[in-house]
């Protein structure tokens, strides 16, 4: 091992990314490589909890402690994402994956728990859009809409080479597009937004209706038996293996992230779009492929337009908590 | 009257507006005064033209003409706004409201027409919206989204106080994101745009339908007795006279224009949204009052989030062709 390798394993910033069903947290050297690992359950809390967002700040701090690496106390910065809209204090205004920590005041939270230099509290989708605009698939390009599926769906926008980040910072809540009315219920109080169709919950849903309806049995045989139980990655992985009916739900999740990146292409007019998240990271081109062909059908312009990249996110998984990490080496003196 | 009147008297630039059913075309001071003014309705062209564009392209010259102003053949700078996605050599790529001018190379057409010294042609919405980002509603705001109410939706973006244009020039063309995908056909060829609601031909089809089954007595009245027969503006009409079945499809009207904008909001989150176009124009509190009230429940975070302003436009119907104006004031050296 050189000397420039062995430098390169001291934690240059912290990231923790909190998604709706898990916390990731890793430590980033100055090179931007990943040294160390931690992930854990996203704590049920009850509703509405005492303090909102207490039982999220603790476990961001076992997930610090968890990287074995002491960074508490010391000068290391780190970096947090959530899911939903912050305001410009750091304050959780809505979040609809996250209902428990709504009206969190996550700065005084880390505060009271953490005695770092330095951290900051960032929109997870903003984050994993930084991480894959500096280290991944959006490298170099000037106007970029990275898109994560997970539980729910987040969105960050460059534009013009930079993030941008709207008037109140609250740009890029993709996930809650309508895209139809009269569509299920949706945890942010309205009806038919995107991420009902087109995330990992939106997949367990056209899952388990096809299942309940008697069909999708090797899914079904993946559950355990019991339609109900049906989970988005028990089609990821019917259809990983070749399954003809998992394969069918894939392309009909993929005509619904075509939907809404067909309307974000009206809208915004981006160079690529780059998908993330746990659920792509999955379903990798399973998913990506019948995207892009439902894509040429759905943008406005179609085929005569010039053609907007559909492609994976090189972070994967990584990229929300990596990009918390980049977001508080770039702010060393937020608190 | 002063010199200094007297010198603003001259036309600096002459801004043509190309909408789907009619021309407008002014001459700008360099004061930003319009000192001639004239319009003309959009000629039918049969399909597929012989020229794409060229009966266009005569009626621009005409509409030039028309200003009294002999600008032909001087160094007055023309701008050309017309409705749809325009690739970067000013070539109409798709154009829902202006079919027979698809493909058409106005470039070259208005060259082969004009011996001004430059001419530029560019979207109508952005022309709108630069318009009102300089001399309008949204002076001085940093995220504001100019919304183009007429035949169709148009828009422009403002973001961090600059046109956001998108990576080829398609950015804004919000009428085309689509809120029903099992909606009516839109002449964009799918189904369910939001300007099949929110627009003036969506007006007209709300107005229309509950004509044709029986309601709407002083509308259709308007409209000479045939409930076929009612367009946008017999509902404007009967709403500023206070019908209450008029105004109750201008709140049904309210709620569509809400719904889109809250789905703009979600990804853009601007400052303001400031509301232009024939429709709004005519229509003025009696549609924006009830898209305000919708807005409200319909926008992610709803009252908890700081409250997005939703203005009229100031320069009103006037918008696109100031907006043309000034884009070839801006860019003298253009051909």
Known sequence: MSAGAALDDQPAAVGVDVGGTKLHGLALSAGGRVIAETRAATPVTARPPTTPGAAIADAVVAIVDGLGLAVDGTDVPIGVGVPGMLDRHGVLVCSPNLPGAVGADFPSLLAERLSTGSFVVENDANCAALAEHTLGAARGLDDVVVI??????????????????????????VGHMVVDPSGPLCPCGRRGCWERYASGAGLARLAREAAIGGQL??????????????????????ALGGDLDALHVM?????????????????LDPQRFVIGGGLAAGAGEYLLEPTRVAFD??????????????????????AGAVGAALVAQSNPSAT
Chains 1, 2 share one sequence.
Request: charged share 20%; glycine share 20%.
């Open 251 to 267: 392309r009909e999740l993929g005509w619904w992230v075509a939907f809404g990146l067909a309307n974000l292409a009206a809208v």
């Open 148 to 173: 994560t599926l997970g539980t729910g769906i987040g969105g960050g926008l460059v534009v013009g080479g930079r993030p941008m980040l709207g008037a109140q910072g609250f740009a890029g809540e």
């Open 297 to 318: 059908e759905l943008v406005e312009g179609g085929t005569s337009r010039p053609r907007i990249d559909i492609v994976a996110a090189e972070l994967g998984e990584r």
């Open 217 to 238: 049995p090797e899914v079904v045989a993946l559950a355990g038996g019991d339609p109900e139980a049906v989970r988005g990655e028990h089609v990821s992985s019917a």
